[in-house]
Every structure is written in structure tokens, then in C-alpha cells.
């Protein structure tokens, strides 16, 4: 599809999706995660570890506290960020129906899908992680359909981008990990290729992996006894994974 189209749809997708933005009543966890940010712009070098003191990895709430520095507000900017991150699906759309080749109709039929999903909705108006690990999942796992699929002759950027992916994506939420057997098995598809470039993608899952787990068991007290789950269950993650054991042992 002509990139013209593709921009415009793009647009319409800010358009619709920034109408507002502000409206939408405060989460609970969003509260939680724009707090610290605040916290982070009073006093940045004291407040430095502070997402990860509170059991929450820390890359969204720095980029959200550097936009609160810049622009005052961080609601608007934590939702805004949502919204640009998620516009970005648009383009992922259009990359992935070139690199498979897939009709035109396909990729309007794909792209109108998300501008009207009830779920990007929902989720584009609150400041919390699902955007951002939704996106940064999506494209690791297309770049590494990329460094098979692809007719590029040049890996090496394509290389350098699935590992800041890769990196965002373990650095904003553990789930992040969830798309990594997808993206493992790709990379083990293109085995066919010279050994070199074989080599450099396991060893940029590699440095991505020792990056997330360095951060993980820097702070793995804190990151497991998350009250991100108290919503549904009022308990920690280390509290109530024993009862989830125990129900399923029961049944």
C-alpha cells in the first residue's frame, strides 16, 4: 500500500484516538504508576529506583516522568504515549503485509480492525502497561520474521532494532517474555542461513535476556510482591501463586 494511505490512516487514528484523551476517569493502578512518576521528576537522583522499589519495571514510568518534566502533566502525557504507541500498529500492519506478501484488502480490513477495537480503545485511555508491552512484543517478533523473510542483504540495523524491542519490551513488564517463544522459533527457522548471522541474533537475545534478568534479580523481592494484581485478588504475586498451586493440585 501507497505510504500516502498508510499516514493517513495513521492520522485518523490520532485523531480519533486523542479526542479527549483526559476525559476518562483515573485507573487505579494508573494513579499508582503517575505518582511515582511525579515522584521521579521532584527528585529524580533519590527517586531513581523508585518503580522498581515498588515491585514495577521501570521503562515506561521514565519515559512518562521525562515527558512530565517537559510538559507538567502527566496524565495527558502517559496517555498520549499510549495513543502514539499504539498508532504505531498501523505501520506494523503494513510491514507485515509486505514481508508476506499479502493482498491490499487485507491490510485497509486489518488496519480499519484496530482503529475501531474496542480494546486499543480501552486501553489507549488509561496510562497503564498494556499498550506498551502489546507493542513492543509485536514488533520484536516481526523483526525477527524479518531477519528470516526478509530480502535485505544488510541484518545488522534490523539486528540493532530487535534488540532495543526485545529490551523495551522485558523492561516494561515480565509478560513481555510471553512473545519470545514465537520469536525464539523463528530464529530457529532461518537456521538455513550462514552461521554468522545465526550467531549474532542468539546473541542479541541473549544480551536482551541478561538485561531483563540482571534488572529481575536486582530487585526480585520487590518484583515479586507486585500489588499490580491486588485489583482481582487484594493479594501480592507471592501470596496468592501457593493457593493458585493448591487449587489446581485440588482439582
Known amino acids: 500500500m501507497k505510504l500516502n494511505i498508510i499516514f493517513l490512516f495513521w492520522f485518523l487514528f490520532l485523531a480519533l484516538y486523542l479526542h479527549n484523551i483526559t476525559d476518562f476517569p483515573v ?21 531513581f529506583y523508585i518503580y522498581l522499589q515498588n515491585g514495577l519495571f521501570p521503562l515506561y514510568g521514565y519515559i512518562v516522568a521525562i515527558g512530565t ?22 505501520f506494523w500492519i503494513n510491514s507485515i503485509t509486505k514481508l508476506f506478501k499479502l493482498p491490499i484488502i487485507f491490510t485497509v480490513s486489518a488496519i480499519s480492525f484496530i482503529i475501531i477495537s474496542p480494546i486499543l480503545i480501552m486501553n489507549t485511555r488509561v496510562a497503564l502497561l498494556d499498550i506498551p508491552i502489546m507493542v ?56 538455513k542461513e550462514r552461521k554468522k548471522t545465526v550467531y549474532l541474533k542468539i546473541l542479541v537475545y541473549l544480551i536482551a535476556l541478561a538485561v531483563a534478568f540482571s534488572v529481575y534479580f536486582a530487585f ?21 501463586i501457593p493457593q493458585i498451586k493448591q487449587n489446581l493440585w485440588l482439582t
Open 136 to 191: 513492543f512484543t509485536a514488533w520484536y517478533i516481526y523483526l525477527s520474521a524479518r531477519l528470516i523473510y526478509g530480502e535485505d542483504k544488510k541484518h545488522h540495523p534490523y539486528l540493532l532494532l530487535l534488540l532495543f524491542f526485545l529490551c523495551a519490551a522485558f523492561l516494561t513488564k515480565p509478560t513481555g517474555f510471553f512473545g519470545l517463544p514465537a520469536a525464539v522459533l523463528l530464529m530457529m527457522l532461518s537456521i
Open 69 to 90: 518534566k517537559i510538559f507538567g502533566d502527566s496524565l495527558a502525557v502517559a496517555r498520549v504515549l499510549n495513543v502514539f504507541l499504539a498508532s504505531s500498529l498501523v
Open 220 to 240: 526480585s523481592g520487590q518484583i515479586k510482591n507486585d500489588a499490580g494484581s491486588s485489583l482481582v485478588t487484594h493479594l501480592s504475586i507471592s501470596q496468592f
Open 27 to 47: 485507573f487505579e493502578d494508573e494513579g499508582q504508576y503517575l505518582l511515582l512518576a511525579d515522584q521521579i521528576t521532584k527528585d529524580p537522583v533519590k527517586n
